[in-house]
């Protein structure tokens, strides 16, 4: 089974430039996640989405940050413009929900190293 | 506003001996927690859960005890393995009687480094 992929896993852009993060989950998943890993905060959950609809975005970080699922195969997580603190790895994990309540176990893709010069 | 801490940034343990990574978290609220492995240029993996009710679930090599009075828990590894050498993130959520996906909080993760 393929697992979660991201493309690309390198990004190198110029301050001010629009980078779009692309995100297949494993198929049956019915929830995505977008991640952002830094060295001061570790894992930060940016926003999730359930059935394509995104349903928490508090973590997203500021507007220049937007994030869609146009269908259950894909999704993408833009920043216009990207500024250097920007730079981090970003992750996207998906995850089937089994139960009312319960926590499922999140599979991570391999990441995106974004920088921003 | 950092609900789940890993106050080490980093631990070296030698070969065989034991490694024991800690976690605490401030939210009460907090009822099932995770520990996910990193190895660099991968995303994390799930390695071992427990659940609130509980205070100590094994796996193998790897043991996680919950001390919910003192908002702490730990991921014991033994023997630790060269294999081991990897980012440890700890997790928590807190159960939502209305349904719906309880959010991961992770803390910043310990980078393990097993020696020969």
């Known amino acids: 089974d393929a697992g979660v992929i991201q493309s690309p896993r390198h990004e190198v852009t110029e301050m001010g430039q629009e980078v779009t993060l692309r995100c297949k989950p494993i198929?049956?998943?019915?929830?995505l996640f977008w991640y952002r890993q830094t060295m001061m905060r570790g894992l930060e959950l940016l926003i999730y989405?359930?059935?394509?609809?995104?349903?928490?975005d508090s973590g997203m970080p500021e507007d220049r940050f937007s994030a869609k699922m146009p269908n259950a195969s894909f999704s993408t997580l833009k920043i216009q413009p990207s500024e250097p603190r920007d730079s981090a790895v970003y992750f996207c994990?998906?995850?089937?929900?089994?139960?009312?309540?319960?926590?499922?176990?999140?599979?991570f893709g391999p990441g995106t190293r974004l920088t921003v010069l | 506003d950092q609900q789940v801490k890993q106050n080490s940034p980093s631990l070296s343990v030698q070969e065989g001996r034991i490694s024991i990574l800690n976690c605490d978290y401030t939210n009460s609220m907090f009822d099932y927690f995770l520990w996910y492995k990193k190895y660099p240029a991968e995303g994390p993996t799930f390695l071992i859960s427990?659940?609130?009710?509980?205070d100590k679930n094994e796996d193998g090599r790897f043991t996680v005890f919950l001390n919910k009075s003192a908002k702490h828990l730990s991921l014991h590894i033994v023997p630790s393995q060269p294999g081991d050498s990897a980012v440890y993130f700890c997790a928590a959520s807190a159960k939502r009687f209305s349904g719906g996906y309880n959010k991961l909080i992770f803390g910043a993760g310990t980078r393990l480094a097993v020696h020969p």
């Open positions: 994990a998906s995850s089937l929900a089994r139960g009312t309540g319960h926590t499922d176990t999140q599979y």
């Open positions: 989405f359930n059935n394509n609809v995104p349903i928490d």
């Open positions: 427990i659940s609130s009710i509980k």
């Open positions: 198929s049956g998943h019915d929830y």
